[in-house]
């Protein structure tokens, strides 16, 4: 057995942040905790620098986090030798220039979903990253939790027999208030395709993961917050505007959608972030011909298992996942002592930070983004015709 490297034997690393709203700070503190539930990682990341263009942002981070540099000018990134790699954490619309000029530069990127506003924005990151030699990682993090990982074994190992049909849904509130600022991501030009985007994305990922190739598709979408007001200054998240000049909500609230997977399996995928009620209920259920597997990220470490030969009747029992399962045991010593959602991410970075040690990609990669967005460019084009859409080959 190899000996794990001693703190003095791992290699600094310099990491920066573009962009540092809310999910700039989850990434930062993914970097610092990484090494922690990690320890055999040859790498240890140093946050070198962050850039963002609201002012003072970057130097308000940097005094939080110790990045040693701030700066609202992200390409700074792209030439400062210092940084190896880079987390993009930006606005959709500026996924594909930074992505793109980074690889270009030698740096490897750790992106957020959906990368870009089109499959042709993540195709671009994609083949720039490839080109470039370095590695690429994308923010769904969802896969990560154990409970799906195991999720995902049993599917494979045929414990519910064959998959036949499976629900996904990614219902939030977070739009759901009248006086939510009208920010990027409700314009077309800078936010794309709207939930279809933010929180479809990550289910069709998690379907993907867990069943497979998607082939076709039909949809619907809404738009039911019609209008809401401009913003008077720079936000963060999902930030509430009165008084503001009124503007139209460019893309989608809601989207339904009914998949047909390679495998011969049905889907129903739903996301909306303006259901009122519901807060971050994201889950799925998945049934084959001898038993069913449920999750639900509000329970984030448990599972509905329900399998045997009874058939009609059979029972449902509740599963806490353990230090047997996925990255569990970096965490947690114990079955059902929680995980949380920051957690995933740490997970996401070693993943990131093993591929560069390795030159091997670990975990979810630019083509599974560009998968994806091609399943989520057929439902928005099955939802302007109403009719059933193949999935482009990526």
Do not use: C
């Not at 794990?4 to 700039?24: I, K, S």
């Not at 040693?68 to 993009?88: G, I, K, N, Q, Y």
């Not at 996904?168 to 077309?188: K, M, N, Q, V």
């Amino acid at each position: 057995m190899t000996a794990e490297p001693t703190e003095g034997a791992r290699r600094p690393f310099g990491v920066a942040v573009a962009g540092f709203g809310w999910m700039g700070r989850v990434h930062a503190q993914a970097y610092a905790r990484v090494r922690h539930h990690f320890p055999g990682l040859p790498l240890a990341p140093e946050l070198v620098a962050v850039a963002d263009e609201a002012p003072g942002r970057a130097e308000d981070a940097a005094a939080q986090f110790g990045f040693a540099t701030a700066t609202t000018d992200w390409r700074e990134l792209a030439a400062d030798p210092r940084v190896e790699a880079v987390s993009v954490t930006a606005p959709n619309f500026l996924h594909r220039e930074i992505g793109v000029t980074l690889a270009h530069a030698g740096k490897h990127i750790w992106i957020e979903k959906p990368v870009g506003l089109s499959t042709d924005d993540a195709r671009a990151v994609a083949e720039a990253v490839e080109a470039a030699g370095v590695q690429g990682t994308v923010g769904f993090n969802y896969r990560n939790a154990p409970a799906v990982v195991a999720a995902r074994e049993m599917i494979a190992a045929g414990e519910l027999g064959a998959v036949t049909h499976a629900r996904f849904r990614l219902f939030s509130d977070y739009a759901a208030h009248p006086e939510g600022a009208l920010t990027w991501r409700y314009e077309r030009e800078r936010g794309g395709s709207g939930v279809l985007g933010d929180l479809a994305s990550h289910g069709v990922d998690l379907a993907r993961h867990l069943l497979g190739e998607i082939e076709a598709v039909v949809a619907d979408s809404a738009i039911f917050v019609a209008e809401r007001a401009r913003p008077a200054g720079a936000t963060a998240g999902h930030a509430r505007a009165t008084g503001g000049e009124l503007g139209a909500v460019e893309n989608e609230d809601y989207v339904g959608a009914l998949l047909r997977f390679a495998s011969g399996a049905r889907g129903v995928l739903e996301a909306s972030r303006i259901a009122v009620g519901e807060q971050n209920n994201y889950g799925f259920e998945v049934h084959g011909t001898r038993g069913a597997v449920f999750w639900d990220f509000r329970r984030m470490n448990e599972l509905g298992v329900s399998t045997g030969d009874a058939y009609q009747d059979q029972a449902v029992s509740a599963i806490y996942v353990g230090p047997a399962h996925g990255d569990f045991a970096a965490f947690q010593p114990g079955a059902a002592i929680a995980m949380g959602y920051d957690d995933l991410k740490v997970i996401e970075a070693h993943n990131f930070l093993r591929s560069i040690a390795d030159g091997t990609p670990h975990g979810t990669t630019l083509r599974d983004a560009v998968r994806s967005g091609a399943a989520l460019d057929a439902m928005a084009r099955s939802a302007e015709t109403g009719a059933w859409v193949e999935v482009a080959a990526p």
